[in-house]
Nanobody, 122 residues
Framework: QVQLVESGGGLVQPGGSLRLSCAAS????????MSWVRQAPGKGLEWVSD????????YYADSVKGRFTISRDNAKNTLYLQMNSLKPEDTAVYYC???????????????WGQGTQVTVSS
């Protein structure tokens, strides 16, 4: 019953911006931490960002810090990732993932979405 559906991916030029959304259903969204993870071609999963249940605490991988912003709208059961100043190395499939607790615990997700492709290329 838990469902996470990402949208907003696509092809963008280096330096451009993209906003990803993740629509959540089947659980009390406002009670759980959420994360974004990504997988580049031929690479393993890479953690990108976390946000706690209330949205007041956020965490970022060094590779995206200062460029990406994670946020959530609990009234809309939606998680967001605003990506600015995109680089070719950001090219990956991006997944939203549900945490097991209100505070994020790294690498402990119980559900994730289908992923959305982000391609940064000129």
């Amino acid at each position: 019953q838990v469902q996470l559906v990402e949208s907003g991916g696509g092809l963008v030029q280096p330096g451009g911006s993209l906003r990803l959304s993740c629509a959540a259903s089947g659980f009390t969204f406002s009670s759980y931490a959420m994360s974004w993870v990504r997988q580049a071609p031929g690479k393993g999963l890479e953690w990108v960002s976390d946000i706690n249940s209330g949205g007041g605490s956020t965490y970022y991988a060094d590779s995206v810090k200062g460029r990406f912003t994670i946020s959530r709208d609990n009234a809309k059961n939606t998680l967001y990732l605003q990506m600015n100043s995109l680089k070719p190395e950001d090219t990956a499939v991006y997944y939203c993932a549900k945490g097991r607790w209100g505070a994020p615990v790294r690498d402990e997700y119980d559900y994730w979405g289908q992923g959305t492709q982000v391609t940064v290329s000129s």
